[in-house]
């Protein structure tokens, strides 16, 4: 089992810049895939990246390549997302995961067992 607690969210103007980050709990943090998922309001949770247990691999929901870049640091239990050129469409909680079952990126939210409890992120125009 595994515990995570996000961090770095906030109010930012279009353009800007944000970097998330993830802390995990317990001995075993590289043996889960990790993701970042975001929910806005009156919205379905939705994939935004992810990063295979070594760091490999990673994968990102196509309204955030090229923007916005997840890495993870195993010896410290931790995954960031940096997020560049933030647009207010970005705006949400942003959830941190972690998926037991691969050695690949998963982008279903119903593949993650573990959430923290999520940090907002707002975007203003």
């Known amino acids: 089992q595994v515990q995570l607690v996000e961090s770095g969210g906030g109010l930012v103007q279009a353009g800007g810049s944000l970097r998330l980050s993830c802390g995990a709990s317990?001995?075993?943090?590289?043996?889960?895939?990790m993701g970042w998922f975001r929910q806005a309001p009156g919205k379905e949770r939705e994939f935004v990246a992810g990063?295979?247990?070594?760091?490999?691999?990673?994968d990102y929901a196509d309204s955030v390549k090229g923007r916005f870049t997840i890495s993870r640091d195993n010896a410290k239990n931790t995954v960031d997302l940096q997020m560049n050129t933030l647009q207010p469409e970005d705006t949400g909680v942003y959830y941190c995961a972690a998926d037991p079952g691969t050695f690949r990126v998963r982008i279903t939210a119903r593949d993650y067992a573990y959430w923290g409890q999520g940090t907002q992120v707002t975007v203003s125009s």
């Open positions: 317990g001995r075993t943090f590289s043996s889960y895939g």
């Open positions: 990063i295979s247990r070594s760091g490999g691999s990673t």
